[in-house]
C-alpha cells in the first residue's frame, strides 16, 4: 500500500526566509511518480511539479526548488525567500505505475508574514 | 483551455435531502475523478473514471453516494439522503496522463 506522510502540519515564517516542506512516502513499486500541489487560500489545488522515480536529479525553478532523495524515500519542497503570495496548504503525493490516481499526504499549511 | 468546470461552487442543504455535484472535465483528457476533502481526514479519492468507465470506487463512503460519467465531458456525484457528515469539499480533476491532474474549484458541501 502506498502511504505519503508530510509531518509539519503548519510553518510560520517572515518574508525573505528559506522554509523546506518535508514529504516522506512509502511504496512497493520501483517505478512511481511524486507530486506536489499548491492549494491557495482561494482553495483550488495547482499542480507544481511531476517527477518519477527513476529521476533523482534535483530541479529548480526560479524561487522552487525539489530535492528528491530514494535512499531516505523523501521528496523535499524547498522555497528561497518566501514571499507572502507563498502562503497556502502545500500537498505532497504518490502515483504508482500503471495507477492514475494520487495518494495525497495530509498537507503543510504554509504561512509567510511580511 | 477553460479548466475543469465545477457546479455548484457553493450547496448548502438540509439533512434527508438529495445533493448532485456536476464536473465537466477539460476537453480531450480520459480519466477523471472525485476527491472529498475534510479536515479530519485531508484529501481522499472517492471514485476513478477512465474513459468513461468507473475503474476504482472503493473511497466511495457507502451506498448513499453514487457517481456517474455519461460521457466524457460530463460527471455526476450524487449524495442521497445526505447527512451532516458529508459535509466537504468535494473536488473534480481530470487528467491526460500519469498523475498529473488538473482540478476543478470545488463545490463546499454543507448539510445542515
Known amino acids: 500500500a502506498q502511504k505519503v506522510t508530510q509531518a509539519q502540519t503548519e510553518i510560520s515564517v517572515v518574508e525573505k526566509e528559506d522554509v523546506t516542506l518535508d514529504c516522506v512516502y512509502e511504496t512497493r513499486d520501483t517505478t512511481y511518480y511524486l507530486f506536489w500541489y499548491k492549494q491557495p487560500p482561494s482553495g483550488e489545488l495547482v499542480f507544481l511539479i511531476r517527477?518519477?522515480?527513476?529521476?533523482?536529479q534535483n530541479e529548480i525553478s526560479g524561487r522552487y526548488s525539489w530535492n528528491f532523495q530514494k535512499s531516505t524515500s523523501s521528496f523535499n519542497f524547498t522555497i528561497t525567500a518566501s514571499q507572502v503570495v507563498d502562503s497556502a496548504v502545500y500537498f505532497c503525493a504518490l502515483s504508482e505505475e500503471g495507477y492514475s490516481t494520487l495518494t495525497f499526504g495530509k498537507g503543510t499549511m504554509l504561512l509567510v508574514s511580511p | 483551455d477553460a479548466g475543469v468546470i465545477q457546479s455548484p461552487r457553493h450547496e448548502v442543504t438540509e439533512m434527508g435531502q438529495e445533493v448532485t455535484l456536476r464536473c465537466k472535465p477539460i476537453?480531450?483528457?480520459?480519466?477523471l475523478f472525485w476527491y472529498r476533502q475534510t479536515m479530519m481526514r485531508g484529501l481522499e479519492l472517492l471514485i476513478y473514471?477512465?474513459?468513461?468507465?468507473?475503474?476504482?470506487d472503493s473511497g466511495m463512503p457507502e451506498d448513499r453516494f453514487s457517481a456517474k460519467m455519461p460521457n466524457a465531458s460530463f460527471s455526476t456525484l450524487k449524495i442521497q439522503p445526505s447527512e451532516p457528515r458529508d459535509s466537504a469539499v468535494y473536488f473534480c480533476?481530470?487528467?491526460?496522463?500519469?498523475?498529473?491532474?488538473?482540478f476543478g474549484s470545488g463545490t463546499q458541501l454543507s448539510v445542515l
Open positions: 473514471f477512465n474513459n468513461n468507465v468507473p475503474i476504482d
Open positions: 480533476a481530470s487528467s491526460g496522463g500519469v498523475g498529473k491532474l488538473f
Open positions: 517527477r518519477n522515480s527513476f529521476d533523482e
Open positions: 476537453s480531450g483528457h480520459n480519466s
